[in-house]
């Protein structure tokens, strides 16, 4: 009764998001806008189908390499020319590679979003890929590939999704392999645009003030040209099933300050919601704040870590609970002796109900307060329409019923045992 009574409490007070509109062009192109009249800014945000994980041999790193070169300028626009247009409406503009997908976004006053749509749509739709500017940008990404290498926690990751995933695309770096890079040809690049940027692979999210004719606009916009093919299945790696392995390795990294002890295990896609809020209500109860088991034992009570905590990171084939504890060299083995305690004792008993429902409680927080600006809303929106997930934006929260300490025992807490984990060591070199 007591949980029963905190989830009616949790569920009436929920921040009541914007209802969504969501149509589809007669390309197939999604589009998704969610009215917010009080917003100080509107953002726009194309999704496309088109991350590392659709690169075929011998291409790893073009999605991204492909992400620089669409800011180098379009047929109606020179280089640099879009950045000085949305700054002087008052907006600014970004763009971000994932696994998946790609993402490109502005924000601007609601009062410019017509030239600001027409501004972003040229850019992502009718890119260049100018030779020079090719050759230059190359280089660019060569560099920063060579930062990311260099960088001790980036290496950690990379050393984890490798070791994880080692035959599939979500272990290679979204930022590909140098030698890819420099034999990948502009005609490549303007190919992988052409069969990935199709109306097919493509949404749009819109969240802010916007014009009562938002459909009108889009449909007559550069948006509806883009071409459909829907028996091409370039969404998504082909053969490419998620294999995860298990096991234990260590490593040593240059200029690392700290030792870690880093654990991972699998998780289900993106589209199996009511495991993944499992999964999120079980992280938190395992290391949100310090009061949760492992804070409370290894930070709190032992003093042996400087920090400890638990992520998630979901994909549209499947994802990770990581968890990773940094420490003193010296007490790594203490470390990973009690990480490995607290999980093996909350993998056999049930959590109290204070626990528990102090884990509900952070988790419907977290979700309502990722969704307070134009911009949050706007991302979320269209990624999940993107990959199919028609919902409101806090339907997820209506999981968090089904999960009883009971089941979150029985059917996520007993898969974080140490011996289902792939475990990375990390040590200074």
């Known amino acids: 009764m007591e949980r029963t009574r905190l989830l009616e409490k949790t569920l009436k007070s929920s921040i009541q998001?914007?209802?969504?509109?969501?149509?589809?062009?007669?390309?197939?192109?999604?589009?998704?806008?969610?009215?917010?009249p009080d917003a100080s800014l509107t953002s726009l945000d194309i999704w496309v189908k088109a991350g590392s994980i659709c690169e075929r041999s011998g291409e790893e790193g073009l999605a991204h390499f492909l992400e620089h070169m669409v800011f180098k300028g379009s047929k109606n626009l020179k280089e640099g020319e879009f950045d000085k247009k949305i700054e002087a409406l008052g907006g600014n503009s970004n763009a971000e590679t994932g696994f998946d997908d790609v993402h490109y976004y502005v924000s601007v006053p609601s009062n410019v979003i017509e030239p600001a749509l027409e501004l972003l749509l040229s850019l992502v739709i009718t890119p260049l890929i100018n030779e020079d500017a090719f050759e230059t940008e190359r280089q660019v990404v060569l560099e920063e590939i060579a930062q990311h290498n260099d960088q001790p926690d980036e290496q950690i990751i990379q050393k984890l999704l490798e070791t994880c995933w080692p035959k599939h695309a979500y272990g290679r770096p979204i930022l590909g392999w140098e030698r890819s890079l420099k034999s990948i040809s502009p005609r490549q690049m303007k190919n992988f645009h052409k069969q990935r940027y199709q109306g097919d692979n493509c949404t749009i999210a819109i969240a802010g003030n916007y014009p009562n004719n938002m459909e009108k606009i889009l449909d007559e916009s550069l948006l509806a040209s883009l071409e459909s093919d829907r028996n091409t299945n370039l969404s998504l790696e082909n053969n490419s099933t998620l294999c995860f392995q298990t096991g234990r390795k260590e490593i040593y990294i240059n200029r690392l300050e700290t030792a870690r002890v880093i654990m991972a295990w699998p998780i289900p896609p993106a589209n199996?919601?009511?495991?993944?809020?499992?999964?999120?209500?079980?992280?938190?109860?395992?290391?949100?704040?310090?009061?949760?088991?492992?804070?409370?034992?290894?930070?709190?009570?032992?003093?042996?870590?400087?920090?400890?905590?638990?992520?998630?990171?979901?994909?549209?084939?499947?994802?990770?609970?990581?968890?990773?504890?940094?420490?003193?060299?010296?007490?790594?083995?203490?470390?990973?002796?009690?990480?490995n305690k607290v999980l093996s004792?909350?993998?056999?008993?049930?959590?109290?109900?204070?626990?528990?429902?102090?884990?509900?409680?952070?988790?419907?927080?977290?979700?309502?307060?990722?969704?307070?600006?134009?911009?949050?809303?706007?991302?979320?929106?269209?990624?999940?329409?993107?990959?199919?997930?028609?919902?409101?934006?806090?339907?997820?929260?209506?999981?968090?019923?089904y999960w009883s300490k009971e089941k979150l025992q029985k059917e996520i807490l007993q898969n974080l045992h140490p011996d289902k984990s792939c475990t990375l060591i990390a040590r200074p070199k």
Not at 17 to 36: D, E, F, H, Y
Request: net charge negative; hydrophobic share 40%.
């Open 17 to 36: 998001g914007p209802k969504l509109n969501i149509w589809s062009l007669q390309n197939n192109t999604r589009c998704v806008t969610a009215k917010m």
């Open 272 to 339: 199996e919601q009511l495991e993944i809020m499992g999964a999120d209500i079980a992280t938190s109860f395992l290391s949100e704040g310090r009061r949760s088991r492992l804070v409370k034992r290894l930070r709190e009570e032992l003093q042996i870590v400087e920090s400890i905590d638990m992520d998630i990171t979901i994909l549209e084939k499947g994802g990770l609970i990581m968890l990773e504890a940094c420490c003193l060299e010296e007490q790594v083995e203490q470390v990973e002796k009690e990480i």
């Open 345 to 401: 004792e909350s993998s056999l008993t049930v959590p109290s109900s204070n626990e528990i429902n102090r884990a509900y409680q952070l988790v419907k927080n977290y979700l309502c307060f990722s969704l307070e600006t134009s911009g949050q809303i706007a991302s979320v929106s269209g990624a999940h329409i993107l990959w199919g997930r028609e919902q409101e934006l806090l339907e997820p929260i209506k999981h968090i019923d």
